[in-house]
């Protein structure tokens, strides 16, 4: 199989970011967005998704967050959609539970081609230090946009608002492994009825 890796850099007024990804990769990361508890989650990505991640954006954080995330969430959606490529041989759907504490999140993943969100998180604090919750929901936004795929999440239950967002990061980390997996039965084809993706 080739290699299913991929690098895209994005600038616009508001940021300036660089992505590379490995799909088949073992979990390394190295991040510089200048926002500590994004990268935590995005370091859950890669952790549990076995996906190399390295992210770098210089975003306009003198205003706020909103951009650097969503921008970082846009970008990371293209590398995700360059490296899996025409999308033959993969599994294509993926899902994961994951508990943290009290807190519960499933998340799951169809790469169809059609993007689409619903994501059903209850926060119970708008902020976790300084970081505002809200903006998670710009990031999932502009991966799915981009990445062209349909994604659920939904946090069954949890009463610590950084336990609901990590359980959901690690739950979508482990979505993605299962889907971009490369399916030995289905080698060479794409796993649709439709004959593409």
């Given at each position: ?119 059903q998180v209850p926060y119970t604090r ?40 990590e359980t959901v990061f690690k739950a ?26």
């Open positions: 199989m080739a290699e299913r890796t991929a690098c895209v850099e994005r600038n616009t007024l508001e940021t300036r970011i660089k992505v590379s990804v490995n799909l088949d990769g073992t979990g390394k990361t190295r991040f510089a967005t200048g926002v500590p508890f994004f990268e935590h989650m995005l370091d859950q990505i890669a952790r549990h998704g076995l996906i190399d991640l390295d992210i770098e954006c210089q975003g306009d954080l003198h205003i706020d967050d909103h951009h650097t995330v969503e921008d970082v969430g846009i970008t990371l959606g293209q590398a995700f959609a360059r490296a899996i490529g025409d999308k033959k041989g993969i599994v294509r759907y993926g899902h994961s539970y994951v508990p943290l504490d009290e807190a519960l999140s499933r998340v799951v993943v169809d790469f169809s081609g059609r993007p689409g969100l619903s994501m708008a902020r976790v230090g300084s970081f505002d919750v809200d903006l998670f929901q710009e990031f999932f936004q502009g991966f799915v946009n981009h990445a062209q795929v349909t994604l659920h999440i939904d946090n069954l239950r949890g009463s610590n608002t950084h336990h609901q967002i979508f980390g482990r979505a993605l492994r299962m889907a971009v997996e490369p399916d030995p039965r289905m080698v060479g084809q794409t796993p649709s009825t439709k004959g593409c993706l």
